[in-house]
C-alpha cells in the first residue's frame, strides 16, 4: 500500500541552481547598460585625444621669435584671450592717450624694487570700432612721483590736435582683478587688469579692448622704464593638458567599472534572495 504521507518521485520541486555572475551579465538589461557605457567611455576617450593633441604643439614658435616687433592687430584681436606662445611678444601699437584714464597700479616691482606703475587708455587709430589697450606707461617709486606724472601725461592729452603716436612693448595677459588691502581706498588696484581699468575708464559706450595689455618698453615723462625681459623659451609639452588627458582616460575606466559594480551588485542580491527562499521555506514531511 503506498503510503500517503510520502511525495511522488514525479512531483519533486526541481532543484535551483544559483546564477553566476558571467550569466546576469548576459542578460539583456546589462547587456544594453554596457552598450551605453560603451558610448560614454568612446566620448571620454575622445575628450582624452583631444586634450591630448592640445598639449603637444605640433607647431611650435621659433626661439626668440617674440623679439620681432609686430603690429599688435596681428597678435591678437581685441576681446580675444592671448595665447601661452604670444605671451611677452613685442608689439607696437599706434594711437592717442584718452584724457582723465591714467591709473596708478600699486606693488609692482621694477628690478626688485617696490613701487608703482602709471596706466593709460591707448585709443587705436584708424579702427572701424572704437578700440583701446591698457598701457603700463612706465614706473615711479612712490606714489606722489606716479601722481606727478599723471599731472604731465594728462596735460599732454588734453592738448589740442594731439597726432597719434606709437608704442612698442610687450604684450602679457591679464592678471585679474584683487581685493583692495583692507583699509584701503576700494579704487586701488594691485594687480594689471584691463577689466578692472576698463570699470574706471571714460567713453566706453561701444568699445572694443584687448584683454592682455601692453607694457612699454620706453617710459613716457618722469617714469621710469619698466624692466620687461625676453620670456624665457618654453616646452612644446603643456602638461596641464596631459593631467586633463589622463582624467578623461580615468572616467572612461569608471564608467566600466560602474557597470561591473552595478551588475555583480544585482548578482548578489539574487543569491541572497535565493539563499532566503530556501532557509524559510516550508520543511519537508516525515
Known amino acids: ?21 558571467r550569466e546576469v551579465m548576459l542578460r539583456p538589461r546589462w547587456l544594453a547598460l554596457l552598450g551605453l557605457c560603451l558610448v560614454v567611455a568612446g566620448v571620454f576617450a575622445w575628450l582624452g585625444q583631444w586634450q591630448l593633441g592640445r598639449a603637444i604643439d605640433t607647431t611650435p614658435t621659433p626661439p626668440g621669435s617674440t623679439e620681432e616687433v609686430r603690429p599688435i592687430a596681428e597678435v591678437v584681436r581685441p576681446g580675444e584671450y592671448l595665447a601661452g606662445p604670444l605671451v611677452g611678444q613685442r608689439v607696437t601699437a599706434t594711437g592717442t592717450w ?12 621694477n628690478d626688485g624694487e617696490e613701487g608703482y606703475w602709471v596706466t593709460g587708455q591707448l585709443r587705436i587709430a584708424d579702427t ?17 612721483d606716479a601722481q606727478a606724472a599723471i599731472e604731465e601725461l594728462e596735460a599732454d592729452a588734453a592738448a589740442p590736435f594731439t597726432n597719434p603716436f606709437a608704442i612698442t612693448g610687450r604684450l602679457i595677459s591679464d592678471e585679474g582683478p584683487a581685493v583692495p588691502p583692507r583699509g584701503a581706498d576700494p579704487l586701488t588696484m594691485t594687480r594689471m587688469s584691463p577689466a578692472a581699468l576698463l570699470s574706471q575708464w ?64 544585482a548578482w548578489e542580491r539574487e543569491l541572497e534572495e535565493l539563499a532566503e527562499g530556501e532557509d524559510g521555506g516550508p520543511s519537508p514531511s516525515r
Open 202 to 265: 571714460h567713453e566706453t559706450e561701444g568699445l572694443d579692448v584687448y584683454r592682455p595689455y601692453l607694457a612699454a618698453e620706453i617710459a613716457q615723462g618722469p617714469l621710469v622704464d619698466i624692466s620687461s625681459p625676453a620670456p624665457e623659451d618654453g616646452s612644446d609639452l603643456n602638461w596641464l593638458n596631459i593631467f586633463y588627458a589622463l582624467e578623461w582616460a580615468v572616467f572612461a575606466g569608471f564608467a566600466f567599472y560602474l557597470w561591473y559594480r552595478l551588475a555583480r551588485d
Open 1 to 21: 500500500m503506498t503510503d500517503p504521507t510520502r511525495t511522488p518521485a514525479g512531483d519533486a520541486e526541481p532543484e535551483t541552481f544559483p546564477p553566476t555572475l
Open 128 to 144: 572701424e570700432t572704437p578700440t583701446s589697450v591698457a598701457v603700463a606707461i612706465g614706473w615711479a617709486a612712490t606714489e606722489a
Open 98 to 109: 584718452v584724457p582723465g584714464d591714467f591709473l596708478v597700479v600699486s606693488s609692482r616691482f
